[in-house]
């Protein structure tokens, strides 16, 4: 009868411990598929914002080329029209003064 108690005792204990290993396993799979999903989003979070970079590197060069435009509008306000006056008023001058000497 002893004997029998002794080797319910150890299937017992086989038991128990087997218990923690097979919850420990699953619990380190669950920790690992969590892991993994983990790192997906943040690459996919890293994605976006690359995305985002981007999308606003293109408005800005977008924005850059329409201020190109203006500003080649307002170089031939300012420096250009300026400077076809000063030479058509200098040619006005040189018609009227056809005896004017430079030296």
Not at 37 to 52: A, F
Request: hydrophobic residues 40%; proline residues 3%.
């Amino acid at each position: 009868m002893l004997i029998w108690q002794l080797l319910a005792c150890l299937v017992t204990l086989k038991v128990v411990c087997a218990y923690p290993q097979a919850h420990t396993t699953q619990i380190n799979q669950r920790l690992s598929a969590d892991k993994d999903t983990e790192t997906e989003l943040e690459h996919l979070l890293s994605y976006g914002r690359t995305l985002s970079r981007l999308r606003r590197a293109l408005e800005q060069l977008e924005f850059e080329d329409q201020a190109v435009g203006d500003d080649m509008e307002l170089a031939e306000i300012n420096v250009f029209r300026p400077l076809f006056r000063y030479r058509a008023e200098i040619a006005r001058q040189v018609k009227n003064n056809p005896q004017q000497q430079f030296g």
